[in-house]
């Protein structure tokens, strides 16, 4: 299975980006696509999270009411849109798969990654 996310970029503070992230390898019947994001010199944390079951979805407070997560069964693809970006957004933002659907937050329990897409927000 390989995971590619495209879209990062620079943008000025309160602008928007649209991130996607195409899954490929297999199909799956059940899974949870997730964004996370690591800034330089912190560890990676959780951004959002959608569920292909039920198309639930599962959002950090920090970007709750800015970005919105959503998906394309068939193209296997997941989106990010970002508004309102902040300067404090600025990571490497990085897409993974968790097969099972065993968790939105916990990193250790996506079982594929992909290459991560950097954005850049200025102020």
């Known amino acids: 299975v390989q995971l590619q996310a495209f879209g990062g970029g620079l943008v000025q503070a309160g602008g928007s980006l649209r991130l996607a992230c195409v899954a490929s390898?297999?199909?799956?019947?059940?899974?949870?696509m997730a964004w996370f994001r690591q800034a330089p010199g912190k560890e990676r944390e959780f951004v959002a999270a959608?569920?292909?079951?039920?198309?639930?979805?599962y959002y950090t407070d920090s970007v709750k009411g800015r970005f919105t997560i959503s998906r394309d069964i068939a193209k296997m693809t997941v989106y990010l849109q970002m508004d309102c970006l902040k300067p404090e957004d600025t990571a490497v933002y990085y897409c993974g798969l968790d097969q099972w659907e065993t968790t939105w937050t916990r990193l250790d329990e996506y079982d594929y990654w992909g290459q991560g897409t950097l954005v850049t927000v200025s102020s």
């Open positions: 390898g297999r199909t799956f019947s059940s899974y949870t």
């Open positions: 959608i569920r292909r079951s039920d198309s639930r979805t």
